[in-house]
T-cell receptor, first 111, second 114 residues
């Protein structure tokens, strides 16, 4: 079983739609959680951290459920420019902190 | 400016040749990682290192080798044993001693076997 799992998609949605991605993690020593965005042929970049109480940044909302060991990302009012791959990232306390990247979920927003 | 630098951006290699990809960071990060990405696919971990002079295999280490002689540097060698090396290679770094900090990526190296 992979340490961080995501549905690879692709998710095809129209502009203005709301779309949600889930990510599950297997290690209960996971301490920090992030969502990254990767544009085509570019490196991944931090989109937002995920806090225990949930957090929002504009149209993006991140949630953490420690009991069920999953995190989610909700995108409201999708824009064409939201088309990208979204990666779930977990930092696990293994003595030192190891960063583990999910394989990503592809999103296509269409006019 | 602090950051993580990969070089070269594009690399062409003849079959049967070894090639080394460079990754340097000046962020004072302990941990460094190498990922491979194929077209339309997700990241796959090749090797990672949490501390100087130590590294661990990731999910697809066969045909690759690394070294971590300095904190700032984590070069990846793609050997002739790697049967399908054409891919996009990404290096990342993060603080191993801090749990709530993000990882940073270099801009990647596109390797093509000709």
């Amino acid at each position: 079983r992979k340490e961080v799992e995501q549905d690879p998609g692709p998710f095809n949605v129209p502009e203005g739609a709301t779309v949600a991605f889930n990510c599950t993690y297997s290690n209960s020593a996971s301490q920090s959680f992030f969502w990254y965005r990767q544009d085509c042929r570019k490196e991944p970049k931090l989109l937002m951290s995920v806090y225990s109480s949930g957090n929002e940044d504009g149209r993006f909302t991140a949630q953490l459920n420690r009991a069920s060991q999953y995190i989610s990302l909700l995108i409201r009012d999708s824009k064409l420019s939201d088309s990208a791959t979204y990666l779930c990232v977990v930092k696990v306390n293994t003595g030192g902190f190891k960063t583990i990247f999910g394989a990503g979920t592809r999103l296509f927003v269409k006019a | 400016d602090g950051g993580i630098t990969q070089s070269p951006k594009y690399l062409f290699r003849k079959e049967g040749q070894n090639v080394t990809l460079s990754c340097e960071q000046n962020l004072n990060h302990d941990a460094m990682y190498w990922y491979r990405q194929d077209p339309g696919q997700g990241l796959r971990l090749i090797y990672y290192s949490q501390i100087v002079n130590d590294f661990q295999k990731g999910d697809i280490a066969e045909g690759y080798s690394v070294s971590r002689e300095k904190k700032e540097s984590f070069p990846l060698t793609v050997t002739s044993a790697q049967k399908n090396p054409t891919a996009f290679y990404l290096c990342a770094s993060s603080w191993a001693g801090k749990g709530n900090t993000e990882a940073f990526f270099g801009q990647g190296t596109r390797l093509t076997v000709v």
